[in-house]
């Protein structure tokens, strides 16, 4: 399914291409202090040996296939995959100009609290989303890797709640905004 395959690379190009662009929009100086050098330096490195696996995975046959005959799970993980870039990316663009960047964990001097939109009802949709589309992507491409979504959980999990203490820390209003929303699904967590 040579379209499959081109639909969750280009999903992915649009996401890294929103990524960059509203990241170069909202530049500004930080409240808090970034991490050590070598910490960041290794996430960063993490993260693009991550995306170009993820990319070049696109492009091979089944790795560690599921099923001999995939065709529904192919289009079930397509459906999940869309649902997961939608809401990262609308996560993303709704964050606007106060979005930092993660490996640098950065509360910026202009950043507010936002409320409206995903934010409305849970205070990580991109994280959610990256989680949904990955699962979908995996699913999509008949992979058993899709246990690495599953291995990835905890360390999103960890990043949301440190996240979160330094916006507590930092940022007027988001302990209430904390109170009256959920983490990572409406109405329940």
């Keep these: 399914m040579i379209w499959l395959r081109l639909y969750l690379l280009a999903g992915l190009i649009l996401h ?15 409240k808090a ?13 993490v993260k693009i040996l991550i995306l170009l696996g ?20 192919r289009l079930i993980g397509a ?16 964050l606007g100009t106060n979005w930092s ?23 990580h949709p991109i994280y959610i989303g990256d989680v949904i589309l990955l699962t979908g992507l995996e699913l999509s491409l008949n992979s058993w890797l899709v246990l690495g979504v599953v291995l990835m959980t905890p360390f ?15 940022l007027t209003g988001y302990d209430d905004y904390r109170g009256r929303t959920k983490r990572f699904i409406p109405f329940v967590v």
């Excluded at 890294?16 to 930080?30: C, H, I, L, Q, T």
């Excluded at 202090?33 to 490195?45: D, E, Q, R, S």
């Excluded at 509360?107 to 409305?120: E, P």
């Design 54 to 73: 993820i990319l070049v995975q696109t492009l091979l046959p089944d790795i560690l296939p599921i099923s001999s005959s995939p065709t529904m799970l």
């Design 79 to 94: 459906a999940v995959y869309t649902i997961g870039l939608i809401t990262a990316l609308l996560g993303r663009l709704q």
């Design 156 to 170: 999103i999990l960890w990043k949301a709640v440190r996240e979160e203490e330094m916006l507590a820390a930092t």
């Design 101 to 123: 960047d993660i490996e640098t964990a950065q509360v910026l001097s202009r950043q507010q609290v936002v409320s409206n939109g995903l934010y409305r009802y849970i205070r």
């Design 16 to 30: 890294k291409a929103v990524w960059e662009y509203m990241k170069r929009r909202s530049g500004d100086s930080p």
């Design 33 to 45: 202090a970034p991490p050590a050098g070598l910490v960041v330096t290794a996430m960063k490195a």
